[in-house]
């Protein structure tokens, strides 16, 4: 059964760089996409991009010039960097494993419980 | 951006009766070379992180009890929950895969009246 967990440091100063990882049991990192999703408190869940199983990112639009995700196989960890973060940026951080149905792989099926970063100084 | 638009924000059931959620996208999300709509629904309770029910707006994830279902096509959609049980309290959220950025609905708390 695959586990998923998140860690890092829960707070972060404005115009810091934000850096959380991801540690994934029961099975390889390499084997799937992975996505980082936030829910900032009180606000609707934002997908913030995802890696695929070559090591390509595709990251939301919004985000793409501070964000960096990226895989260390040696420690079957994923990783992601978010740099000048503002109060925008507080919020609980998943990484969530994409599952393959159909031969498609847009499907979020095994979260970690999150892991919550506030920005303030 | 593809806005998900969820009514209603919160819902009161019985146990046992039928809970109803909808999904409004504001473009469709109805692929046509495959006919797929690019649409799936998660149950988060509290605590703990959202976990995938729904896939192609009707495809029941593996495990997922059958009073879950979804239906719709190209910009509206429905969760139903046929007989609502207690363990199905929580907020219910539909996604887009469709275009990037994929975005998420506003969510729908649903209780126990």
């Known amino acids: 059964q695959v586990q998923v967990q998140e860690s890092g440091p829960g707070l972060v100063k404005p115009s810091e760089t934000l850096s959380l990882t991801c540690t994934v049991s029961?099975?390889?990192?390499?084997?799937?996409?992975w996505s980082w999703i936030r829910q900032p408190p009180g606000k609707r869940m934002q997908w913030i991009g995802y890696?695929?199983?070559?090591?390509?990112?595709n990251i939301n639009p919004s985000l793409k010039s501070r964000v960096t995700i990226s895989v260390d196989t040696s420690k079957n960890q994923l990783s992601l960097n978010l740099n000048s973060v503002t109060a925008a940026d507080t919020a609980v951080y998943h990484c969530?494993?994409?599952?393959?149905?159909?031969?498609?792989?847009?499907?979020?099926?095994?979260w970690g419980q999150g892991t919550l970063v506030t920005v303030s100084s | 951006d593809l806005v998900m638009t969820q009514s209603p924000d919160s819902l009161a059931v019985s146990l046992g009766e039928r809970a109803t959620i909808n999904c409004k996208s504001s473009?469709?999300?109805?692929?046509?070379?495959?006919?797929?709509?690019?649409l799936g629904w998660f149950q988060q309770k509290p605590g703990q992180p959202p976990k995938l029910l729904i896939y192609?707006?009707?495809t029941r994830e593996y495990g997922v009890p059958d009073r879950f279902s979804g239906s719709g096509s190209g910009t509206d959609f429905t969760l139903t929950i046929s007989s609502l049980q207690a363990e199905d309290v929580a907020v219910y959220y539909c996604q887009q895969y469709y275009s990037n950025p994929w975005t998420f609905g506003q969510g729908t708390k649903v209780e126990i009246k």
């Open positions: 890696i695929d199983n070559r090591g390509s990112t």
């Open positions: 473009q469709s999300v109805l692929y046509g070379p495959n006919n797929r709509n690019y």
């Open positions: 192609w707006a009707s």
């Open positions: 029961g099975g390889s990192v390499s084997s799937n996409y």
């Open positions: 969530a494993r994409h599952g393959a149905r159909d031969g498609y792989n847009y499907f979020f099926d095994h």
